[in-house]
Structure formats: structure tokens, C-alpha cells
């Protein structure tokens, strides 16, 4: 299985250089869509393969043939399996629904083109074993979702791709020169080679806490944290509906959350400061997000401020998690805030890409997103409607939909671990959370039809076939709270995150007999 | 502050030149140039850190000429993993900068001006 | 795009073709001399801005169309990924972007390396096609209300600028 890690992402490079020009031959129409489609469900059948492999046989992929510690390597542990699922499911969803989304826009096969890159670079940082591939695959998204938000090119959308990208290439500056000044220091690149040779040669020493500080500024923009999130609530709104779902549901978590998990986690031991500075971010986050979106009037301008918001939520339970290993808690307390980080993860990407998509439906049947012009929805568009409620009851935390299971398990694990202030923050934030989804569906699906929605009819099948499924998928990811499900899919991201924290000292054994096989893994 | 750590200073001083030019210039070129600057401060502090001089003389270039082996290479020639870093990232800042561009055409074939304190449509 | 003045484009005539031919010389010789795909593809791409910015547009695209310059950037792209996954095939030690060992000459020889000579010429076309694609895309770009040359602009079908 593991001679197949590069096809996820062969497979949608492949896509993205053929669809620019095939997509001349296939015209304006939905066709263009055939080819994504099946390649991304190639890539979901890969994934899904993938995920049922235990980790014992999925060892790392040396590319080229070349051996560790010199190769560039792929490597596919717990926690990359589950967000390569992730991002293979949703993706392919989301291409269903741009079948006939895309139709009020010109060039499908440059946007297909560019969709299949941005997937190329997801995969490509979610399997990257080391830190410059790492580097490579997130500016290969980022440049792809430069050019998606811009897809209109309306003056809006512009001004938006404007700003994300002179933020985003900063973000990915700084994470070059932390590169710079790791490899100045370990004299590696591989992801377990300097995890190895930090915890050999004396631990954080100055010149890494500076590269630490870059990594995180970095990726604290890529994944749209407080202070760092100013490009967030113009550029998701800015892009076509089904790429909203894609960079708020997917790319914040690929390139952003997951790379600060494996690298405070894996490369730099997890010690107690990051854990706090991960603590402090997600807070602020989680409070500000949800406090900037409470006023928001445009559909999607606060479906973006509630992204920032709930991944203030994941951040949190991993930095407190950190922080509870480094202080010496129980190690139970510690997976259960873990599990709670991972899930709330997974349970967002579905939710928010949900309901963008419906936002997208919405725009699409009525051609607004702000929400005094909208009324009756429910009414005239009853699935959508109907998804509608569905995303945003979990997105509040209703049971037994799954933003409930995740919240609940991120205030437990905070209240076993002696963090009661947070709790209570977080209770709070889930409330206003709620109050503002309350708002957006008395706004949108209650009421009189106003009269742009007098006009609106259903979407189109495909379009309702999408949004059916990503509502099913969150009435059942809630089973990923069931002991069996949870032991298959997120457990062994969460044996990856503790194992790499619990990495004993170097004794006296030489570094080449060291069994590091992966990123940070022991076997 | 030994003469050697100069080159690293002024590459982070080109650095944070590049970032006053994107932070605080209103005109949308100029913010262009400003990227490109951070962006090959980089570069270059990439080039200094593989930087190494054995034996004296002058540092060797990772050439395999047909005077040399292999091993002369590896032990005396300059480290040549962080010029393959550098020509990825030379890639891809052409990447961005032929993004930015276009986008700033089209900024101001919409907004009619390069002043970004003009373009406040979205806010809030 | 008008063209030059008649010295420039005299110029041109004598000069474009040993750039061109330069940039194909850094390409072949990627493996042995510094260089390589990308190096000789911005300059083989440089000879192909130099006869645009002469002899103007319309001239070029009959030369070289913008379909052209799209398709051999996909097919370039296309031939990198597939002498990648071409690595799986290799003997006793096959994956991807593996080389074949029974293919590696003596260093310093033109046939050498073995399948590295083939990707330093699919990324030189690539990286040639593109960036001329680039500049022709930058700087064939209409204003809204003039007349289009090239093909319409990205964006929504309903909005004004696609008029």
C-alpha cells in the first residue's frame, strides 16, 4: 500500500495540468466536471484503504529509493490518515457540488485546473514527511486558493485575493526562514531526523525558540488564529461557494492546524511553552471570532468569523493538552483532550463546508448573501433548508448531532485537567454560537419570502445530492464518539500526538540505531 | 559581535526592509516590491547557511569536475541541500510575483487606482 | 501590441534564434553543468518575450498561438509527472522518481544520469511555455470596453465585464 502514498498527489496533479486545456474541448458546461470527479474519487478509494491499514503497515515511502536519513519520504501515520480522509471526502463532495455551481461562471476548466491543484497540495502537506516538501505543498495550495478566491475577479473578490496573498506569502516567508535557521541548527530536514537530533543535542536552545516563534506566526496565519485571521473574513466570503467550503472546511486545517500540531507535537517535544501560547490563541480566537460575527449581516462573512472561532476550539484542546502532558496530569485526561481537538477537527470540516455550500445553494437560487434581503428560504428551497438546520444545529452543539460530542468532550477534558476558567469561556462562546445561528436561521429560512427569494426555486440535483450527504456525514461523524468507530479513525491520531511528547531523553545510544521510522513515531 | 555574523544581519535587515515596504506603503506596486525583497532576503539567507569554507582556501562549488570524486566534494565543497531549497524558493516567489501582478492589473482596471486606501469595499 | 522600430526588429531576426538556442544548450546540459530545466526555460521563454515585444502580437500568433503555448505547458507538466511515476518501473529498487541505475553513464558525459536529461527537458518546456503564457497574459489584458483580442476574462457570466 504504501508504493501508492504519491499517487495522492499524482493523481490530482495529473487533473490540475490536463483540465486547463481539456477543458476547451469540454465547453462551458457541467462535463468538465466528469474528469475531477473521478479522480478524486480515486483518490477517496486510496484514502479510505489507507485508513483501514493499521500503522504498522504503512511504514514511510522513500521517494526515489533513497533511505532515511538523506530521502524525501511520505509518511502516512494516524493523524495523516485521518485528514487525508478527510480532505478526499469532502473534496469530492464539494466537486459534486460545483458541477452546477461553476455554470454561472466562465472557464470551469481553469477553475477544475486549479481545484485539483489546491487538492494536490493538501495531500502533499498532510503525507509531507519532511520539512521543505511541507513548505513546497503548502505554498502549491496557497497559490491555487490565491487564484480561486479571485475566480470572479469582480472588484470584491480581487481586493480580497489581495490581501490574503500579501498575508499569506508573509506567513509562508517567516516559515521559510524557520526552515533556514532548523536546518542552520540540526543540519536535517526530515521531520523524525530533527526531532531526534533536537531531543539529542540538549533540547531548545535559543536559535530554535526563534525558529519556533517564525514556525508559529507562520502557521498561526495559515490557520487563521487571533492575531492573525485579518485576511480570513474577506477572502472565504470572496470566493465561489463550493471554494468558501474548500479553504474554510479544509485548507485552515490542512496547512494551518495540522502542521502546528505535528510540528509543537513531533518536532518540538511539546514542552510547556507552546502549549501555552496554543492555550492563548485558541482562546483568543474562540472569543473573538465568535464576538466579530455575532454582528455580521452577510451570510457568508459570518460563516467565515465562525470558522476562526471554532478552530480557536481546536487549537485550545490541543494546547491544553500540551500543557496537561507537561505538567505531569493523567495520561487519560490528556488523550481525552486530544481526542476532543481531533474530533471537533474533523466535525468542523463537515459542518462548515455544509454550510457553506447551502450559503452557496442559497446565493445561487436567490443571488444574495445578505441576510435582511433573505426570508423564507426554508420555504421555497426545502432541502436546502433542510440542510440548512442541520449544519447549524451541530455548528451550535445540539445533540446528538456531532458538534455537541466534540464541545462536550473539549469542556470535560479542560475540567478534568484543572482548567475551569476555560470551561466556562468556552460554555459561553457555545452559547453565543448558538444565538448566532439562531439569528442567521430566523433570518434566512423563517419568515416571509422576501422578494428575492419569491423568485428561487430548488437548486439543482447535484447540487442537493452534495448538501444531503454532508448532512448525513454530521449526523454521523457524531458516531465517532462510539468506542469501536473512535479506535479505527481517531484514536491512532491521537496515540501519534502522545507518543511524540513521550519520547524519552536520548540516553547513550548512538542516533542511527534510534528507531525513528516516522515523524516522531516510535514503533 | 564578531565580523562573520554580518552577512546574516543584513539579510535580516533586507528582511525587515521588505516587510516595512508591504506593511506600511499604500501603493500596490510597492507592495509588490516589498515582497519580492522578503522574499529574496530569504534566499539569501539560505545561500549563508550553507556556506563553508574548509581548509582555508576559498569555498569550492559543488561541481563535480573530472579532477574530483565524490568524497572531495562532500567533504570540502559548499553545502549544496540549501541551493536546492534556494532555486525551489526562487520558483516559487516567480509564481507569486506573476500571481500579484495580475491581480494588481486587474485591481486597476476595476478600482482605477493603485492606491490600496482606496479600496475599502469590503470592511467591517 | 504594436512592434518596434525596424532596427529592433532586424536585431531581433539575427538574435532571437541563438538565445533560443542558448536556453536549449543550459537545458540538454542540466546534468552536467549548472543550470538545469528551469534556468534555460526562462531564457528560452526570454527569446520567445523578445519576438512578441518586436514584432507584436498579431505577428507571434501566428508563430505561436496562445493554444499552443497552453497545451505545451500541460504537455511539459504532464511529461515531468510521468518520467516520476516511469521511476516505478525501475529495476529492484522501483518507485517514484526513482532513476535507473543501469542508465547512469560516466558522470560528465551528455548521456548520462539517466532519466534526469528527460526531466530537465519536459520542466524547460514547461517552464518556457509558462512564463511566455504568463506574459501574454499579462500584458494582452483588455480594459473593459475595449477591444478583446484574446479570450475573455476569467469570472461571472452575469457581470458587466464580460461584455
Same mark, same amino acid.
Given at each position: ?10 493523481? /490530482? ?7 486547463? *486545456? $481539456? ?28 485508513? $483501514? ?5 504503512? /511504514? ?12 524525501? @519520504? ?11 480522509? $478527510? ?5 469530492? %463532495?464539494? #466537486?459534486?457540488? @460545483? ?82 535557521? *532548523? ?7 526530515? #521531520? ?23 514556525? #508559529? ?29 474548500? $479553504? ?125 434581503? %433573505? ?6 428551497? /426545502? ?22 460530542? @466534540? ?32 439569528? *442567521? ?28 450527504? %454532508? ?7 457524531? %458516531? #465517532? ?23 524519552? /531523553? ?5 542516533? @542511527? ?11 | 559581535?564578531? &565580523? ?5 544581519? &543584513? ?10 515596504? =508591504? ?22 539567507? &539560505?545561500? &549563508? ?31 549544496? =541541500? ?43 | ?7 529592433? +526588429? ?19 546540459? !542540466?546534468?552536467?553543468?549548472? !543550470?538545469?530545466?528551469?534556468?534555460? !526555460? ?83 518546456? +514547461? ?37
Amino acid at each position: 500500500m504504501e508504493n501508492l502514498l504519491p499517487l495522492f498527489v499524482a493523481i /490530482p496533479l495529473a487533473g490540475g495540468f490536463l483540465m486547463p *486545456v $481539456l477543458g476547451r474541448f469540454f465547453g462551458p458546461g457541467r462535463s468538465s466536471a466528469i474528469l475531477p470527479i473521478l479522480m478524486v474519487a480515486g483518490v477517496l478509494v486510496l484514502a479510505v484503504r489507507l485508513v $483501514l491499514l493499521p500503522d504498522a503497515q504503512t /511504514p514511510p515511502y522513500w521517494m526515489g529509493a533513497w533511505d532515511f536519513p538523506i530521502g524525501v @519520504s511520505l509518511v502516512a501515520d494516524g493523524l495523516s490518515k485521518l485528514v487525508v480522509l $478527510l480532505v478526499a471526502l469532502i473534496s469530492l %463532495l464539494v #466537486l459534486v457540488f @460545483s458541477m452546477d455551481y461553476m455554470t454561472h461562471y466562465t472557464h470551469p476548466g481553469l477553475y477544475y485546473g486549479l481545484f485539483m491543484l489546491l487538492l494536490a497540495g493538501m495531500n502533499g502537506v498532510v503525507l509531507a514527511g519532511d520539512l521543505f516538501n511541507l513548505f513546497v505543498f503548502i505554498e502549491v495550495a496557497g497559490i491555487a486558493s490565491y487564484a480561486l478566491v479571485a475566480f470572479g475577479t469582480e472588484a470584491d473578490e480581487l481586493e480580497a485575493a489581495f490581501k490574503y496573498l500579501v498575508l499569506g506569502s508573509i506567513a509562508s516567508t517567516f516559515v521559510l526562514v524557520a526552515i533556514a535557521i *532548523v536546518y542552520n541548527v540540526t543540519g536535517h530536514l526530515n #521531520l523524525a531526523k530533527i526531532a531526534e537530533a533536537l531531543r539529542a543535542g540538549g533540547g531548545l536552545t535559543v536559535p530554535i525558540y526563534l525558529a519556533a516563534a517564525f514556525l #508559529l506566526m507562520g502557521f498561526a496565519l495559515k490557520a487563521a488564529l487571533v492575531p492573525f485571521h485579518a485576511w480570513l473574513p474577506d477572502a472565504h466570503p470572496s470566493a465561489p461557494a463550493p471554494i468558501s467550503a474548500m $479553504l474554510s472546511g479544509l485548507l485552515i486545517k490542512a496547512c494551518g492546524v495540522y502542521v502546528l500540531f505535528r510540528l509543537v507535537f513531533a518536532v518540538f517535544a511539546g514542552a510547556e511553552v507552546f502549549g501555552i501560547i496554543l492555550v492563548v490563541l485558541g482562546t483568543l480566537s474562540m472569543v473573538l471570532g465568535v464576538l466579530m460575527a455575532v454582528g455580521q449581516w452577510d451570510f457568508k462573512r459570518l460563516l467565515a468569523y465562525h470558522s476562526i472561532s471554532q478552530m480557536g476550539y481546536v487549537v485550545l484542546a490541543i494546547g491544553a493538552a500540551a500543557v496537561m502532558q507537561a505538567r505531569g496530569l493523567d495520561d487519560a485526561v490528556v488523550a481525552l483532550a486530544l481526542f476532543g481537538g481531533l474530533f471537533h477537527l474533523a466535525n468542523h470540516a463537515v459542518f462548515k463546508s455544509l454550510l457553506f455550500l447551502c450559503s452557496g445553494s442559497v446565493e445561487y437560487a436567490t443571488g444574495t448573501r445578505q441576510l435582511k434581503l %433573505l426570508g423564507g428560504v426554508g420555504r421555497r428551497m /426545502p432541502v436546502t433548508g433542510a440542510c440548512l438546520r442541520v449544519a447549524a444545529l451541530s455548528i451550535s452543539g445540539v445533540p446528538p448531532l456531532n458538534g455537541f460530542w @466534540s464541545k462536550l468532550i473539549i469542556v470535560l477534558a479542560l475540567v478534568l485537567g484543572g482548567f475551569y476558567t476555560l470551561a466556562i469561556i468556552t460554555v459561553i462562546v457555545s452559547f453565543v454560537t448558538l444565538l448566532s445561528f439562531a439569528k *442567521v436561521q430566523r433570518y434566512v429560512l423563517g419568515g416571509e419570502p422576501s422578494e428575492a427569494t419569491a423568485r428561487a426555486r430548488e437548486v439543482p440535483f447535484a447540487m442537493c445530492l452534495a448538501s444531503i450527504f %454532508l448532512a448525513v456525514l454530521c449526523l454521523a461523524s457524531a %458516531l #465517532l464518539v462510539l468506542p469501536s468507530v473512535r479506535e479505527r479513525l481517531v484514536d491512532p491520531a491521537v496515540a501519534v500526538l502522545k507518543a511524540a511528547v513521550h519520547l524519552p /531523553p536520548a540516553s547513550d545510544a548512538e542516533p @542511527s540505531t534510534v528507531a525513528l521510522d516516522a515523524a516522531g513515531r516510535v514503533p | 559581535m564578531t &565580523l562573520h555574523m554580518l552577512p546574516y544581519l &543584513l539579510a535580516f535587515l533586507l528582511l525587515v526592509v521588505g516587510l516595512y515596504a =508591504l506593511v506600511a506603503k499604500r501603493n500596490v506596486i510597492k507592495v509588490i516590491v516589498g515582497l519580492l525583497i522578503m522574499d529574496y532576503a530569504v534566499n539569501l539567507l &539560505l545561500v &549563508l547557511v550553507g556556506y563553508r569554507v574548509v581548509g582555508g582556501g576559498a569555498p569550492m562549488a559543488p561541481i563535480l569536475t573530472p579532477d574530483l570524486t565524490p568524497a572531495d566534494i562532500a567533504a570540502r565543497a559548499v553545502d549544496p =541541500l540549501p541551493q536546492a531549497l534556494i532555486l525551489t524558493s526562487i520558483v516559487i516567489g516567480l509564481s507569486v510575483t506573476a500571481l500579484v501582478v495580475a491581480l494588481a492589473i486587474r485591481l486597476y482596471d476595476r478600482y482605477g487606482t493603485f492606491d490600496t486606501g482606496r479600496m475599502r469595499n469590503l470592511r467591517g | 501590441m504594436r512592434g518596434m522600430s525596424l532596427i529592433v +526588429k532586424n536585431t531581433t531576426r539575427l538574435v532571437a534564434g541563438f538565445i533560443a538556442l542558448f536556453g536549449a544548450y543550459i537545458v540538454l546540459y !542540466g546534468h552536467v553543468t549548472p !543550470g538545469g530545466g528551469f534556468a534555460g !526555460g526562462v531564457i528560452v521563454a526570454g527569446a520567445l518575450v523578445l519576438v512578441v515585444l518586436a514584432f507584436g502580437e498579431r505577428f507571434s500568433r501566428e508563430v505561436i498561438s496562445h493554444e499552443v503555448v497552453r497545451a505545451s505547458d500541460a504537455a511539459g507538466a504532464l511529461a515531468f509527472l510521468g518520467v516520476a511515476l516511469f521511476g516505478y518501473l525501475a529495476p529492484n529498487a522501483g518507485a517514484f522518481f526513482a532513476n535507473f541505475p543501469d542508465l547512469l553513464g560516466t558522470p560528465g558525459n551528455l548521456l548520462s544520469a539517466g532519466t534526469i536529461p528527460i526531466s530537465n527537458l519536459a520542466i524547460g518546456v +514547461k517552464v518556457g511555455a509558462g512564463l511566455f503564457g504568463v506574459f501574454l497574459a499579462l500584458a494582452l489584458f483588455r480594459r473593459r470596453g475595449e477591444q478583446r483580442l484574446m479570450v475573455p476574462d476569467a469570472g461571472r457570466l452575469d457581470s458587466e465585464a464580460q461584455r
